[in-house]
């Protein structure tokens, strides 16, 4: 090892089919890894086996084993710091990868800045589909040199501690560690605590990590398993302790931002599930946020864009659950403020019952960014159903604009690309706007010859060119699914359905061959439950 190499940690915890890989990912590194830790958290599967076999053919790969599970990763992760020599560490999940390069890019930057802390692009992989998104890319555009971080508040949104290297020097002398044990969302401190300390923070625009998230696999992680009440209690904790390092070290304005980002990143994940969970989980789940809400300055809350400082003054207002599904709809992309409208004193609220939850903000949106309600019935023959629209007024605000029309597009969800385009007039009809566009479903095109997944997007027309872009919501019966002749196809497959986030969406997949895969698909998911 050299006085610039990298420590790679390597946490794993039952994951024999996928450890070799990450391992490999990193030991593929080049010389800028001199070694790479692996840590295994007292695995019962094969795991220890397959790193044993690595091992055998590898001498820059060191093996650590607890006896016992620690129920984290923060405990693994410290056991491999504390074992490692090289300069510089890194930290990598055994279900995830190093892209090429990710190494020395960090490492060039760190030596090039004598930065103690450099970061890098992480992306988000979903898989089996193999899709790629980067995590927080606006941080990520250009090389840059923070100094001190805390002048930089939008820092604070990515709270990942896998897509960055840390001097190893730096985190002992201000005794940086992650907290141990049965700790979910244990970055979430670590990263702040980095923050606390104010290093120069180097940046580069490389992909330096690959997040694998496996939303089919039985053993979810941790970042997906938001089902349990425990889970939100740790993050809602793990948020806590993160505030608090960053004031106990007089980084007030990047405290700040973490609690507005709070409200604008973690509370809709969750609000966004609401209305699926049981009457139980719901009653823990409101009276732990409102909990954790009420240390929140007004300050933090009106920071936050406007439809999730909503969130959180309904939150506050009302000591029970209620409308999960009027909630929910706010966190969809794009949002959605759902009927009725309500007004006290002459300003929006959120409702006639809670008169002294405004929904401040709302009349300074431009119409582009309106929360808009735009209803759908899918009805008609076969191939070729009609689309009974109805776009719902929002406080005068459309008609003001000088509402006209509608591009109703069917959109590939995995490439963005429009399958489809209907244009079509807009009428008045009481409080709101009705059209009648005609879709034409055995025209749209393959995705690879497989499943496809066409979100419905609606972009209500006003004057002077301005746009706003709508999911539909479903109403009335539920379109059945059925097979059509396709001129493309020979057969197609179709599948109207209602997404997570109550928008309307359809499903197509192409031939004999692929309305089988789909049916045995479904019949899958059925025998799993």
């Not at 055994?94 to 930065?115: F, I, K, N, Q, Y």
């Not at 009481?430 to 393959?446: E, K, N, S, Y």
């Not at 209500?460 to 999911?471: E, K």
Request: charged share 20%.
């Amino acid at each position: 090892m050299t006085s610039r190499s990298i420590s790679v940690v390597v946490i794993a915890y039952n994951d024999a089919a996928h450890v070799a890989d990450a391992v490999r990912s990193a030991l593929d590194q080049g010389p800028a890894v001199g070694e790479v830790v692996a840590v295994d958290d007292a695995s019962t599967d094969a795991t220890a086996t397959v790193l044993e076999r690595l091992a055998a053919r590898e001498p820059r790969l060191r093996l650590l084993r607890h006896a016992v599970n620690s129920g984290g990763c923060g405990t693994p992760r410290n056991t491999g710091l504390t074992a490692a020599r090289g300069r510089y560490v890194m930290f990598l999940d055994s279900d995830d990868v190093l892209p090429p390069g990710a190494a020395a890019a960090l490492l060039a930057a760190a030596t090039r800045h004598r930065a103690p802390v450099t970061a890098g692009l992480c992306v988000r992989r979903e898989l089996p589909a193999g899709t790629e998104r980067p995590w927080q890319p606006a941080l990520y555009a250009a090389p840059a040199v923070h100094e001190p971080p805390r002048d930089r508040p939008e820092l604070v949104h990515d709270t990942l501690c896998v897509n960055k290297l840390y001097e190893r020097a730096f985190l002992r002398t201000h005794q940086i560690t992650f907290p141990e044990g049965r700790f979910p969302y244990e970055d979430f401190v670590f990263t702040a605590r980095v923050l606390a300390a104010a290093p120069r923070l180097a940046v580069v625009p490389d992909p330096v990590y690959v997040w694998q998230v496996r939303r089919n696999s039985a053993a979810l992680s941790i970042s997906l398993d938001r089902g349990r009440i425990a889970h939100w209690a740790g993050r809602l904790e793990a948020h806590r302790q993160a505030v608090e390092a960053l004031r106990a070290a007089g980084a007030e304005r990047l405290a700040r931002a973490a609690r507005t980002k709070f409200l604008d990143h973690d509370l809709p994940l969750y609000v966004r599930e609401l209305p699926a969970r049981g009457a139980a989980f719901q009653r823990w789940w409101w009276s732990l946020t409102r909990a954790h809400l009420a240390a929140f300055d007004p300050a933090e809350v009106a920071a936050a864009r406007p439809p999730h400082r909503w969130l959180a003054a309904v939150l506050l207002a009302s000591p029970l659950p209620r409308d999960p599904a009027r909630m929910a709809a706010l966190t969809a992309d794009p949002p959605r403020l759902l009927p009725p409208p309500a007004t006290a004193g002459g300003r929006p609220v959120w409702s006639a019952d809670l008169p002294g939850v405004t929904l401040d903000g709302l009349d300074g949106l431009p119409v582009e960014a309106l929360p808009l309600t735009v209803d759908g019935a899918l009805a008609g023959p076969g191939a070729c159903p009609v689309l009974r629209l109805r776009v719902h007024e929002l406080y005068g605000r459309l008609a003001a604009a000088g509402v006209y029309g509608v591009d109703v597009e069917l959109r590939d969800r995995a490439t963005g690309r429009v399958g489809q385009r209907r244009s079509v007039a807009l009428f008045p009809d009481g409080a709101g706007w009705v059209a009648v566009p005609r879709l034409d479903l055995a025209a749209l095109p393959a995705s690879g010859g497989g499943l496809s997944v066409w979100d419905v997007r609606a972009v209500v027309r006003c004057a002077r060119g301005r746009t706003v872009v709508a999911g539909v919501r479903p109403v009335g019966p539920a379109p059945r699914r059925t097979v059509l002749p396709s001129r493309r196809h020979g057969l197609l497959l179709v599948q109207p359905y209602t997404t997570g986030h109550g928008a309307l969406a359809v499903r197509t997949a192409p031939g004999v061959r692929g309305a089988t895969g789909v049916a045995a698909a479904r019949l899958q998911r059925l025998l799993r439950t």
